[in-house]
């Protein structure tokens, strides 16, 4: 799919991945709709790059309808590229050395990042299934999902995340293969160990052990490269109904 004068609509999309993302689509020739919990940060990348800043939390399932209407009114049409960006990392071992549970983590970790994507993933599939096609395909769009390598390879303490991610690499298949038929794929990419916030708050120790678990490059991925990626499954029309790691060939040791 050609991404130049296209819609396209990242969650997450004011700062890591998703602001990476959105500026690489937006460079691409796309209009995007940078969605974000922070209207702030919304702000900055959207300013950035000439974009659409929707303030929307990805559990709300009104709001996230909203932002949708948003985008298809003021940039001409509904959203014909979606990445899911959105989520959050957690971690609680399911029976803590004080002997208290962790339910409350599961259940909020599993709503943001497996059911906030699947609302995502709904709201996103209905309003592209009304679109026209653009190509001889009959192609009408495409949604790409985030999960983690962690959906395989899960550390002790990662037990809600990695069951979250499991369940977003699980639901790619029986989607692209439901939406088929109204001519949107569905991908999904699992990266590894990357530049983001979270890691930008690690002590030169620590990043250094991490590197040095990675095969090739024994570096951090840069967010452009998981966007470059992005960009790659959307332009290649073949890709549908898989999940790629992007991880340096790492396997996480169980912690």
């Given at each position: 799919m050609d991404i130049a004068n296209l819609t396209a609509l990242v969650t997450g999309g004011g700062s890591g991945l998703g602001a990476a993302t959105a500026r690489r689509l937006a460079a691409c020739g796309a209009r995007v709709a940078v969605v974000d919990r922070s209207a702030e940060a919304a702000a900055s990348v959207a300013n950035e790059i000439g974009g659409l800043a929707l303030a929307a939390d990805v559990t709300d399932a009104e709001a996230v309808e909203a932002a949708f209407g948003r985008a298809a009114a003021e940039l001409g049409s509904a959203p014909r590229i979606v990445v899911n960006c959105a989520g959050i990392g957690t971690a609680a071992r399911i029976l803590p050395r004080d002997g208290s549970l962790s339910i409350d983590v599961f259940a909020r970790t599993v709503g943001v990042n497996l059911i906030g994507t699947y609302t995502v993933l709904s709201v996103a599939a209905r309003a592209m299934a009304a679109l026209e096609p653009v190509d001889a395909d009959g192609a009408r769009g495409i949604i790409v999902n985030t999960a983690s390598v962690a959906w395989q390879d899960g550390q002790i303490g990662q037990a809600a995340y990695a069951a979250s991610k499991g369940g977003v690499a699980s639901l790619t298949l029986p989607a692209a293969r439901e939406l088929a038929r109204?001519?949107?794929?569905?991908?999904?990419?699992?990266?590894?160990?990357?530049?983001?916030?979270?890691?930008?708050?690690?002590?030169?120790?620590?990043?250094?052990?991490?590197?040095?678990?990675?095969?090739?490059?024994s570096r951090m991925g840069r967010p452009d490269e998981f966007a470059m990626l992005v960009q790659q499954i959307v332009e290649n029309p073949i890709l549908n109904g898989e999940v790629i790691r992007i991880d340096s060939a790492v396997r996480l040791a169980p912690k």
């Open positions: 109204f001519g949107i794929r569905v991908m999904t990419i699992a990266p590894g160990l990357f530049e983001t916030a979270m890691s930008a708050g690690l002590t030169p120790e620590v990043r250094a052990a991490l590197e040095s678990g990675l095969p090739f490059p």
